[in-house]
């Protein structure tokens, strides 16, 4: 019974692995000749949206792992580093590989993209280098149950996996509310992904604290702005779809300034504490 939620991590990190396959199979080409133009349009690859939707598969099992371990009091110290293993690989080296794709489609839009030096194309890989920092710190910490240091891990990857889903399931009608805001050409551009990396990779490794959604009991008194936060999330998937979740991201951010989340507690190297407070 001790290892039933190790084997939810192991599908977490099985599942992160699937996602990396399928974002680097998008096929030998990224760009489509448009003969009315005579230019090369960005062609969005199918399967780095199977990716995405397997970093949600991900961070399903993950909830499930840390659930599980608490209803059969059998969290240890394996546990939580084999968590934040899993969690490098699905929620920051896959992440990190979709923006290094996208960043390919955003360039292959100008003259002369296809040939980008991989110099602007690495810095993708500074999310994942963020996620690696945060799990870090996550692990020699001695009190993250009510408060996070750091945006989560998770939620952070859950932003990035968003956007292919975004643009795979966009409204294809010139009319709609997307297609006016050219939602999905601004997620393949390259100055709003670099723009995307820094703030993630900041609010991850950053020593503000952030609200945890968990709860110690279900009181509305303890748990107001959780309630609301769950419910304006609900709202905003079933009006959004893919869209709400950098919604609910930049609404969650909004909340944890609003509530009063204690301060977190991190090991320095000489086994003193340090409180970490907004």
């Known amino acids: 019974m001790r290892q039933i939620p190790n084997f939810f991590t192991l599908l977490n990190l099985f599942f992160g692995c699937i996602a990396i396959v399928f974002i680097l199979q998008t096929g030998q080409s990224i760009v489509v000749l448009n003969e009315e133009q005579g230019t090369y349009d960005p062609f969005f690859p199918e399967k780095m949206g199977w990716g995405a939707l397997f970093i949600f598969f991900a961070a399903v099992v993950d909830f499930f792992d840390g659930f599980l371990a608490r209803m059969l009091k059998a969290s240890t110290d394996m546990g939580k580093q084999l968590d934040s293993l899993s969690d490098v690989v699905s929620f920051g080296v896959a992440p990190g590989m979709i923006l290094y794709q996208l960043l390919r489609?955003?360039?292959?839009?100008?003259?002369?993209?296809?040939?980008?030096?991989?110099?602007?194309?690495?810095?993708?890989?500074?999310?994942?280098?963020a996620v690696a920092w945060r799990l870090a710190k996550f692990n020699i910490s001695t009190n993250q149950s009510d408060s996070f240091i750091g945006v989560p891990s998770p939620a952070a990857g859950l932003v990035v996996a968003s956007f292919p889903l975004i643009i795979w399931f966009n409204d294809s009608d010139p009319e709609s509310w997307k297609a006016k805001l050219?939602?999905?050409?601004?997620?393949?551009?390259?100055?709003?992904?670099?723009?995307?990396?820094?703030?993630?990779?900041?609010?991850?490794?950053?020593?503000?604290?952030?609200?945890?959604?968990?709860?110690?009991?279900?009181?509305?008194?303890?748990?107001?702005?959780?309630?609301?936060?769950?419910?304006?999330?609900?709202?905003?998937?079933?009006?959004?779809?893919?869209?709400?979740?950098?919604?609910?991201?930049?609404?969650?951010?909004?909340?944890s300034v609003f509530s009063k989340v204690p301060p977190a507690i991190i090991k320095s190297g000489d086994d003193k504490t340090l409180d970490v407070t907004v």
């Not at 100008?110 to 602007?120: K, N, Q, T, W, Y």
């Not at 690495?122 to 999310?127: D, G, H, T, V």
């Not at 992904?193 to 993630?200: E, G, K, N, R, T």
């Not at 279900?218 to 107001?224: E, Q, R």
Request: aromatic letters at 16%; proline letters at 4%.
């Open 105 to 129: 489609l955003g360039y292959a839009r100008s003259e002369g993209g296809l040939d980008v030096s991989a110099a602007f194309l690495l810095p993708a890989f500074l999310f994942t280098c």
């Open 182 to 255: 050219a939602v999905p050409q601004l997620l393949i551009n390259p100055w709003f992904l670099y723009a995307v990396i820094l703030s993630l990779g900041f609010l991850m490794v950053c020593n503000r604290t952030f609200l945890a959604i968990k709860f110690k009991d279900y009181s509305i008194k303890n748990n107001l702005l959780k309630y609301i936060l769950i419910g304006i999330s609900v709202i905003c998937i079933i009006a959004l779809q893919w869209l709400a979740i950098p919604i609910i991201f930049i609404l969650y951010l909004v909340f």
